[in-house]
């Protein structure tokens, strides 16, 4: 199937046949007709790359009247980031459409403009929640004429907390409007979305819910913690020709391992929300360029990338929220290519993996981070295939040949190839030279439950706490939490279990007291926790296991949950970045 064959105006046609488009995509070609009827709610399930952006773009732009003056459509997206890559493609898109205006409507810039554009008719607006919102109890942005919303990576616009921002946004637009949302992954806030402002959604998925690319090979790689950064560099130098997307889980780590990889000589960035607008163009023109080859980014700064060939996605640090696992991995194998997605985790973190290949769809496969000499004959054998394969201009090196055939004349042949080589390699041999294993072996999945366990014994004290799931907290949350009430560092907490109404975790018995005097009258956004010491099984030694909660105390718990409605508190912060 072509795009001649969805129904689309010659003028859309003309500008998608310049930019080099012949075939759809499996998501614009069951979209692209169901959305030009312009009768019909639609949900569209895809994974990020897969063209989305054009499978309601088009549709839209078409339905639209250009000759009306007044806001007709509204591309709701997460950040600036993608509003602004969300933008630039329309636009591509319309460019034979004589007096469309579209306008992108973003925070972190200046209202001015924005607001001057709009009130000069702007057709379509494409725009994140909190600026549009804005601009609209301002009166510059009017609802009256909207006819179709698209709420664009929905996904990850809930779990950055913007539900209440969409929920007012759609009770502003007019009850005929057509609602199209497009998601990698269906949480259940889009789910409530979908039955609360859609009418009969048609549903299009490209393959089956919250489940990654099949063209992805999933690895995780075991470490202890102090050796991420060590173990990063090895995959990093595995790879000689790696164009990669590196994820950390704050701003100040992106910073700190982008200068870390730079100083070392490597072709590295950062990209986290910190950056000004011209910053953050220059730094993703130098990777589009390939100036760079690596990017270090925050989760809600990697939104908006629109780069085809990153060959590997590395998780430095696994994310807050289990469902932009999808999202990151969904980095690298666009355009139907292959890809890598690879994981560091540390024996605590390797728990949540059932989690991640539950919601994902995957399977991960365990890796082994190289070895030094590995690393090292990888990297040899490349710098001489390169060598080799090196074109020579003969006629214009022939002035300058007999200056370096005297200056290495004193030179036997195995001493030429010795220093050639040794320009690119000596680094490489400096850095392995004497390396350690950084793999560790004492983890293992246990055949029961499908579940991770580190089978090493180790002395702990087990804690509970009266949240849990219903709670919508995650395991870093609870980290988070722990380590800013009582001062004690991350890696003293051991493993972490949430239940549906209440949660345990272990900590080191050195700083179990600190522990329980810290978190005794402490508050989880404004909500009073119960922490209550569990007795470790003598007769395991010093081993974590737990008694049973008594009846008395169970009871007492379940009856006030039940008797309570309980807040819907965001305990994680899904904005950092």
Not at 123 to 128: C, D, E, G, N, P
Not at 421 to 443: A, G, I, P, T
Not at 444 to 461: P, Q, W
Not at 531 to 544: A, H, L, Q, Y
Request: glycine share 6%.
């Amino acid at each position: 199937m072509t795009f001649d064959a969805l129904g689309l105006h010659p003028h859309l046609l003309k500008a998608i046949h310049a930019l080099g488009f012949e075939t759809p995509t499996p998501i614009q070609q069951t979209a692209i007709p169901r959305l030009l009827e312009g009768r019909s709610d639609l949900v569209g399930l895809a994974q990020t790359g897969t063209g989305k952006t054009a499978a309601f773009g088009l549709p839209m732009l078409q339905l639209i009247n250009p000759n009306k003056a007044a806001a007709q459509g509204v591309v709701i997206c997460p950040t600036r980031e993608l509003c602004l890559q969300i933008t630039a493609d329309l636009t591509r898109f319309a460019r034979h459409l004589k007096q469309m205006e579209i306008v992108a409507v973003y925070g972190g810039a200046g209202m001015a403009d924005q607001i001057r554009r709009i009130k000069r008719g702007a057709q379509l607006l494409v725009a994140t929640p909190g600026r549009l919102l804005d601009l609209m109890h301002r009166g510059v942005v009017s609802t009256a004429h909207v006819q179709f919303v698209v709420l664009d990576e929905a996904d990850e616009m809930f779990s950055m907390g913007f539900q209440e921002d969409i929920d007012e946004i759609l009770k502003r637009t007019p009850g005929t409007r057509r609602t199209w949302l497009f998601s990698a992954t269906m949480p259940a806030a889009a789910e409530r979305i979908a039955k609360t402002y859609m009418k009969d959604p048609i549903e299009v998925s490209t393959g089956r819910r919250n489940m990654g690319a099949e063209n992805i090979g999933h690895i995780y790689y075991v470490i202890k913690e102090a050796d991420r950064y060590a173990a990063l560099k090895r995959l990093i130098d595995i790879e000689p020709d790696i164009y990669g997307l590196i994820f950390c889980r704050t701003r100040a780590e992106t910073r700190n391992v982008a200068e870390k990889l730079s100083q070392e000589g490597y072709p590295a960035e950062a990209l986290h929300g910190d950056l000004s607008q011209e910053q953050r163009s220059r730094v993703m023109r130098g990777y589009r360029d390939r100036a760079l080859r690596i990017l270090v980014a925050t989760d809600v700064a990697a939104r908006g990338i629109d780069v085809e060939d990153i060959s590997h996605v590395i998780h430095y640090n696994l994310p807050d929220e289990t469902e932009r696992y999808t999202h990151r991995s969904g980095r690298t194998a666009r355009a139907g290519k292959s890809g890598l997605s690879l994981m560091l985790v540390n024996s605590r973190e390797v728990r949540r993996l059932p989690e991640l290949e539950r919601l994902s769809g995957v399977r991960f496969e365990r890796g082994e981070i190289p070895q030094g000499r590995d690393i090292c004959e990888k990297q040899l054998l490349t710098i001489v295939q390169k060598m080799a394969d090196v074109e020579v201009k003969h006629g214009d090196m022939a002035a300058y040949l007999p200056l370096a055939q005297k200056a290495l004349s004193s030179l036997s042949k195995e001493e030429l190839i010795q220093r050639f080589v040794s320009v690119e390699f000596n680094r490489f041999l400096k850095d392995y030279h004497d390396s350690q294993d950084l793999n560790v072996r004492s983890v293992k999945r246990e055949k029961r439950a499908g579940a991770f366990t580190d089978n090493a014994e180790r002395d702990v004290r087990r804690f509970f706490i009266n949240i849990g799931r219903l709670d919508k907290i995650n395991e870093g949350a609870i980290v988070r939490w722990v380590c800013d009430k009582t001062g004690i560092r991350s890696k003293t907490i051991g493993q972490i279990h949430l239940k549906r109404e209440f949660s345990f975790f272990e900590v080191d018995t050195r700083v179990a007291d600190k522990v329980l005097s810290g978190l005794r009258n402490a508050k989880l956004d404004n909500r009073s926790v119960t922490i209550k010491p569990v007795d470790n099984s003598p007769s395991e030694g010093r081993r974590s296991v737990a008694k049973p909660i008594s009846k008395k105390y169970s009871s007492r718990t379940n009856r006030r949950h039940c008797a309570k409605k309980r807040p819907a508190n965001r305990h994680a912060d899904p904005r950092r970045g």
